[in-house]
């Protein structure tokens, strides 16, 4: 069963109109539109932007809730209105010459040293195409598993807890199974970077977690709240969702499940895998955080 929170849904949604237009079309220009550099009109120019372009059809309306100068930029605080009533509060920033817009911004807080990303994978648009005779045979017989009960088509997903990128797989992976969970079964494996400090022990929890059918309640609690993850955290979550604390610490404070996460990595690596996320779709690797479309089509001609 897939788990959305709604106002993650939707500014999921919000932020794949927004990417998908920045690929096709690059970063939006009020050259010719504006000529003022004033903030206010540079504000309000770009506001309408975004209601005309990025919320067209019915998708919600952002307001105006302030304007502030930023590192050279005109910062936007917007509150943003969804058609099912969910309220947020967003920011966008805008060029002082008031010609280009960016519509969405992703706080980095804090320096490199918190979430470290290098050699973390982020790759568009690229598959490498495979065939069944290239591809090893990977045991997913006692992995966590959900959608269909006799799948047409197999999803493995190799994944770390603390790389941003996976929580970018992770809600491509909810809107995969919310279309195709009753013909495709997806199948979680572990593989935590050794650069991320928290990624092996939470790989473990997930895995004390499945001992008591909790796998996928942990899992999404760690995504939807990734800059939480500490060694605390993990704790924090298995209390939170009722787990008996005894097995569950006995289970991560022996280390028991090292071999079982070690055993996830090694499959991962005969396919090739060095970075996360990475994803087995059927007969087809794909490495990085994909959009939902790359996925969809990959199933959608394998189903075919």
């Not at 109109?17 to 903030?39: E, K, N, Q, R």
């Not at 928290?198 to 895995?207: P, Y």
């Not at 009722?242 to 090292?258: A, I, P, R, V």
Request: negative net charge; proline residues 3%; hydrophobic residues 40%.
């Amino acid at each position: 069963m897939v788990r959305l929170k709604t106002w993650k849904y939707t500014t999921y949604i919000l932020l794949l109109i927004i990417i998908v237009g920045l690929y096709s079309y690059g970063l939006p220009s009020f050259s010719g539109v504006s000529a003022s550099t004033d903030s206010s009109e540079v504000a309000d120019t770009a506001v309408s932007y975004i209601n005309s372009e990025l919320l067209a059809g019915g998708l919600g309306e952002a307001e105006l809730v302030s304007v502030s100068e930023e590192n050279g930029l005109y910062k936007l605080a917007l509150e943003i209105t969804y058609s099912n009533g969910i309220t947020e509060d967003y920011t966008s920033y805008v060029t002082l010459d008031g010609e280009v817009l960016f519509p969405t911004a992703i706080p980095m807080e804090g320096t490199a040293a918190v979430v470290d990303t290098t050699g973390d994978t982020v790759v568009d648009d690229v598959v490498i195409d495979t065939t069944t005779g290239d591809l090893p045979d990977i045991d997913t017989s006692t992995d966590p598993s959900m959608g269909a009960e006799n799948p047409e088509l197999t999803i493995i997903e190799f994944s770390d807890f603390e790389c941003p990128y996976c929580e970018r797989g992770y809600w491509t992976m909810e809107l995969i199974m919310e279309e195709y969970g009753d013909r495709v079964n997806l199948v979680f494996k572990n593989f935590p970077l050794s650069f991320h400090a928290n990624a092996q022990a939470a790989a473990e929890a997930t895995e004390c977690a499945f001992d008591q059918d909790m796998f996928w309640e942990y899992h999404d609690t760690l995504f939807e709240n990734q800059d939480l993850l500490t060694s605390d955290y993990l704790v924090t979550v298995a209390e939170e969702l009722g787990l008996d604390m005894d097995t569950f610490n006995s289970c991560l404070e022996s280390g028991e499940k090292t071999d079982l996460v070690t055993a996830d990595m090694a499959a991962g690596s005969s396919l090739g895998i060095t970075g996360t996320p990475s994803f087995l779709v059927g007969t087809e690797l794909v490495v990085g955080a994909q959009s939902y479309d790359t996925i969809a089509g990959i199933i959608d001609a394998q189903l075919a």
